[in-house]
């Protein structure tokens, strides 16, 4: 009696350990998500895919995009907005989620794991390194992940779009020179960004395996980085494994 009476401790404590496993594996399973798509916006089509106030509700909530009729740069840390607009060649900052985005993508984030990157001249350096990082530590790199930078950046371009309306002749130069644009130097900033090898077109320039924005640590500027260069190091957070 005692010998089955240990067998069914045994068997509950293993079934236990399993579902608690399973738990913090559903936890831990980050999942991309995007609305509208590069290609889709490139042939002309800047309409709404999704309003920011569905999304309003969300916890540790990370996005990126483009407002709807490219009037606007959409980025979200930790489900606080830091959108830009441009208002009469000035830069707007709206901290609400009353907006619509012609393209999105998002995730939920409950913890991060700090790395740190070494010196860096551009952004397809940058885009190695968080690949390697993230491929060594346990990152599914198959698919789609969220990251942040955090830290002082040596330069920084970056643009915010603001489509002329009427124009049907879109491309990527045009995207980054319609509305502000500008560089950063020694700057401490906020970087939101996400890493795919299968969404060129889609969330991803055709150039690139990454899609970043940025806010500067006092929000005053936030924007699309188009390069950046690091002179020491910055840190690098990945979903927590």
């Given at each position: 009696m005692n010998k089955l009476k240990n067998t069914i401790v045994s068997i509950i404590f293993v079934l236990?350990?399993?579902?608690?496993?399973?738990?913090?594996?559903?936890?831990?399973?980050?999942?991309v998500n995007y609305t509208g798509a590069l290609k889709t916006m490139m042939s002309g089509n800047l309409k709404a895919t999704v309003s920011l106030d569905s999304l309003s509700k969300k916890k540790n909530f990370y996005a990126l995009g483009a407002v709807?009729?490219?009037?606007?740069?959409?980025?979200?840390?930790?489900?606080?907005?830091?959108?830009?607009?441009?208002?009469d060649s000035s830069l707007l900052i709206d901290e609400s989620f009353n907006l619509k985005a012609a393209l999105l993508v998002y995730a939920e984030v409950e913890e991060w794991k700090s790395y740190s990157i070494e010196k860096f001249?551009?952004?397809?350096?940058?885009?190695?390194?968080?690949?390697k990082m993230a491929k060594t530590n346990g990152i599914?790199?198959?698919?789609?992940?969220?990251?942040?930078?955090?830290?002082?950046?040596?330069?920084?371009?970056?643009?915010?779009?603001?489509?002329?309306?009427?124009?049907?002749?879109?491309?990527?130069?045009k995207h980054k020179e319609s509305g502000l644009n500008g560089s950063l130097n020694n700057t401490e900033v906020q970087i939101i960004g996400f890493h795919s090898t299968k969404h060129k077109a889609v969330f991803t320039h055709h150039t690139t395996n990454i899609h970043m924005?940025?806010?500067?640590?006092?929000?005053?500027?936030?924007?699309?980085?188009?390069?950046?260069?690091?002179?020491?190091?910055?840190?690098?957070?990945?979903?927590?494994?």
């Open positions: 236990t350990i399993i579902s608690c496993q399973s738990k913090d594996n559903k936890v831990k399973n980050i999942e709807e009729n490219l009037k606007g740069e959409i980025q979200i840390f930790n489900s606080k907005p830091t959108n830009s607009f441009v208002l001249t551009n952004k397809k350096d940058l885009e190695s390194a968080i690949f599914d790199t198959e698919k789609p992940f969220p990251f942040l930078l955090e830290g002082k950046i040596e330069s920084l371009d970056w643009h915010v779009i603001n489509w002329k309306d009427g124009d049907t002749i879109h491309n990527h130069q924005h940025f806010k500067t640590n006092d929000s005053n500027i936030a924007g699309h980085i188009d390069d950046l260069k690091l002179a020491k190091t910055i840190t690098l957070k990945l979903p927590k494994q």
